[in-house]
């Protein structure tokens, strides 16, 4: 069956965009375990300073939710940062639950071994 989605939805006043919501189909995604069928993948979320704390963000997800779920769309999937703290608030409230966690470790790009390199200790030692 092939669901057709809202690409792009925008909360405009006057000629500005307040705010941002944009969807995919979640298909041949990475990891099915994490990932259902009939799920639509949030990519973009974004409200602009000003309008946050106004419904902006509530109205576009709503909509957007709405929309994929008339679209044939069971589930929908997306992610956020845990230290960004708004995300970490909003997305809950959503009713969005979080499934799986990514651990990132960022290594001194200066450090020899960062960049493939052995270390001189190794090195003289052989």
Do not use: I
């Amino acid at each position: 069956m092939n669901y057709t989605l809202v690409p792009f939805t925008s909360a405009m006043l006057g000629a500005a965009a307040l705010g941002s919501l944009g969807f995919f189909a979640a298909t041949g995604v990475d990891d099915p375990l994490l990932t259902p069928e009939r799920c639509a993948y949030l990519t973009l979320a974004a409200v602009r300073p000003e309008a946050r704390g106004q419904g902006v963000g509530r109205a576009l997800t709503a909509h957007g939710l709405a929309y994929a779920a008339q679209s044939g769309y069971a589930f929908c999937s997306t992610n956020w940062r845990s230290t960004n703290l708004q995300a970490a608030h909003f997305w809950p409230q959503r009713g969005f639950q979080p499934v799986a966690y990514r651990l990132v470790r960022r290594v001194d790009e200066r450090s020899a071994w960062a960049n493939g390199q052995a270390c001189d200790k190794a090195q003289a030692g052989s």
